[in-house]
């Protein structure tokens, strides 16, 4: 089927083909809110010139703080939903802009917190899954290799791309509530094979030793790859956890939505991965990712509040915090964002008992990025993520320091960040 966007408007042929279901939908047999979702898709389809839709396994949503979506984003969730659009296929949410239950001890602002909480309820209203987390993979929405998604988050596309090898491009938020609505997406970019090979081969040729190394390497990459397709080779033992640090931080310096790991993810042993004529990058030593660290610190040495868990972090990064910590006080404040469902296991286990016990706690539903860390008092911040100090300078106001865990936990029990081979 050939269709032009507009009836009657000067015509922008396209060869997108529609299912008679896809074109139901589109001429608003199935309500006003499924036509509005197909608009958007087919606009999309159009844009990047996809031949057809597909089917998507799950949705995972962006934009639900806020702080970032204001009253015209909550206005216009509100209207799409009040014309009856619900969700096709399961769909989870990002983070918010505040724990949903903690918001009250944590010092949010009631007026912050009612209008948090219209834009979960309009989301509710949808039937999506509302479980605030950017680690929709470790509670549940964990898609299978080869399945096509449409997920908004940009770590989580990173990860659902390049270590579960399912296929998603990374959706806006209204793009993918569009995507949700009608259980599609428009094939192009990261759902066809031929974009999925890697132009830039990054040959690692020294030990990483903790996260931030992982992260830093991630910042650097992403700086050079843009939106390319890395391809490394050297990091055959690199853990989930590891891989989650470096795809979060090559996404947020770049926009790298896909990356293979020769010997550990999925798609890397595809004979014809690589792509004929890729360029080659070299990093001989740990000390070729200082310029990470320079760009993502500031000069600060008293910390208000040591953040890990961006993106959110599992069980086992809990238990590396609290191991850490040694039953050692903390003088700063202490934050873990972790899904609500971790945060159970975290407690099932005696883990939150105790972080607590040390002054630390695990925090839900939310991300420091797009909460209003200023009106909560908080000034500076130390974090073992590069995504995170790459982003809260910028979205918050508050100076940084990145480091190693340990240096975090360091600053975490001390109050400030440690010299150099004190940590
Ligand atoms: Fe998640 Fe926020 Fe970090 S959405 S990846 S915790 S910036």
Known sequence: MRISQEPGSSPMWTELTLTP?????????????????????????????????TPVESVQIAGVSYHNLGQAGLE??????????????????????????????????????????????????????TTCTCTPYLVGNRPSGGSSVAWAESSAVSYANSVLGA?????????????????????????????????????????????????????????????????FTGLETVTETELKALGAAMAASGAVALYHVAGVTP???????????????????????????????????????VWFGCPHASLEEIATVVRQLDGRRVRSALWITAARQIREQAAAAGLLAALETCGGRVVSDMCAVVAPMRELGFR???????????????????????????????????????SPGLE
């Open 380 to 418: 500076t911040l130390a974090t073992p993520s590069a995504k995170g100090a790459y982003y809260i300078p910028s979205h918050t106001g508050l100076a940084v320091r990145y480091g190693s865990p340990a240096q975090c936990v360091e600053a975490a029990v001390s109050g400030v960040w440690p």
């Open 21 to 53: 279901e896809e074109r139901a939908m589109l001429n608003g047999e199935m309500g006003p809110g499924a036509r509005q979702a197909m608009e958007i898709v087919v606009a999309l389809g159009h844009i990047y010139n996809a031949r057809r839709l």
């Open 267 to 305: 798609e890397a042993d595809r004979p014809d991965i690589l792509a004929p004529g890729h360029d080659v990058i070299v990093v001989n030593s740990a000390d070729d990712l200082r310029p990470a660290y320079v760009a993502l610190n500031s000069d600060v040495t008293e910390i208000d509040l």
């Open 167 to 231: 296929r998603t491009n990374r959706e806006g938020g209204p793009s993918a509530l569009a995507a949700a609505i009608i259980g599609r997406t428009a094939a192009y970019g990261f759902h066809l094979d031929e974009n999925r090979r890697a132009t830039l081969r990054i040959d690692v040729h020294c030990p990483l030793r903790s996260l931030d190394e992982f992260g830093a390497l991630g910042y650097w990459v992403g700086q050079i790859a843009r939106q390319r397709v890395p391809y």
């Open 76 to 129: 216009f969730l509100t209207d799409w939903a009040d014309q009856g659009a619900r969700v096709r296929v399961p769909t989870t949410l990002n983070p918010a802009g505040m724990d949903l239950e903690a918001w009250r001890e944590l010092g949010f602002s009631e007026n912050f917190a009612r209008h948090q909480w219209a834009v979960i309820e309009a989301y509710r209203r949808f039937g999506v899954h």
